[in-house]
């Protein structure tokens, strides 16, 4: 029987799937490293998205992102922007706002630090304000990333 099992177990790792981040890698980074190893960091509102679902895996979903404030790179007015794999993204919301963090590309992936910060937060100012209330749940990330980029003392 023992035998039986670890022949399923070697089966079954031979076909499973792993995914791996590479340097851009939020679940082992600061705010400010993960910042500094961005090619674009910026505070942008969803304007439109489509989806696509012929497309099985990834580049499903394309959105156009209004950058309010750029902290590092992007100063465009409008961002299109592809997700990664869909069933791994964590997605975003038409009308909400975000601080995006981009690696040379234009792709989301779930490796990638993605701040949630509400539809109405659209400027460095509302940021700002955000950074000292207790009852946003990414203020302290927004505190640090504030911080990383001189917008605080």
């Known amino acids: 029987m023992n035998k039986v099992i670890a022949f399923f177990l070697v089966c079954v790792s031979f076909h499973a ?15 400010g490293a993960h910042a500094d190893q961005a090619t674009d960091v910026f505070l942008g509102q969803v304007v439109s998205g ?25 100063n465009g007015k409008l961002v299109t922007l592809v997700t990664g794999f869909e ?3 964590q ?8 601080v995006f ?3 040379s590309d234009r792709e989301l992936t779930f ?22 209330r207790v009852d946003v749940h990414s203020g302290s990330k927004i505190k640090h990333l504030l911080h990383h980029f001189g917008n605080l003392p």
């Open 17 to 31: 799937e792993a995914w791996e981040c590479s340097n851009e890698n939020r679940y082992k980074q600061s705010i």
């Open 50 to 74: 489509t989806y696509d679902p012929n497309e099985k895996y990834g580049n499903e979903t394309e959105i156009t992102v209004a950058v309010n404030h750029s902290f590092k790179g992007e």
């Open 87 to 89: 069933s791994l993204f």
């Open 91 to 98: 997605g975003v919301t038409l009308g909400e706002s975000y």
């Open 101 to 103: 963090f981009l690696f």
């Open 111 to 132: 490796c990638r630090e993605l701040i949630p910060v509400g539809p109405s937060t659209r400027s460095l100012e509302d940021l700002k304000e955000m950074s000292n």
